[in-house]
């Protein structure tokens, strides 16, 4: 594989077609078993790197609805309007 199959891919929509193109060559069964062991070592890294994108947006948007005196106001996320009221 290539220097940069072993790299993270730069967004998240990139980490999963990656993900989903070693899942489809893993799925064929044509790979020998060294290629299949290192395709499943990129692809949990890959997980890995899609979980932790992941968690880092879920922060992100738990830090956009923190009130203003601190406090936390739990809103769906289909609806952030409602999270923050009349502050015009």
Same mark, same amino acid.
């Given at each position: 594989?290539?220097?940069?199959?072993?790299?993270?891919?730069?967004?998240?929509?990139?980490?999963?077609?990656?993900?989903?193109?070693?899942?489809?060559?893993?799925?064929?069964?044509?790979?020998?078993?060294?290629?299949?062991?290192?395709?499943?070592?990129?692809?949990? $890294?890959?997980? $890995?790197?899609?979980? $932790?994108?992941?968690?880092?947006?879920?922060?992100?948007?738990?830090?956009?609805?923190?009130?203003?005196?601190?406090?936390?106001?739990?809103?769906?996320?289909?609806?952030?309007?409602?999270?923050?009221?009349?502050?015009?």
């Amino acid at each position: 594989m290539a220097d940069t199959d072993n790299q993270a891919p730069e967004d998240f929509a990139a980490t999963l077609e990656r993900l989903e193109a070693l899942v489809t060559r893993l799925e064929s069964g044509e790979l020998s078993l060294e290629a299949s062991l290192a395709a499943f070592e990129q692809g949990v $890294r890959l997980s $890995r790197d899609a979980q $932790r994108r992941l968690d880092e947006a879920e922060l992100k948007v738990r830090a956009l609805v923190e009130q203003p005196d601190g406090s936390l106001e739990e809103a769906a996320f289909d609806n952030p309007a409602n999270t923050f009221g009349d502050q015009e």
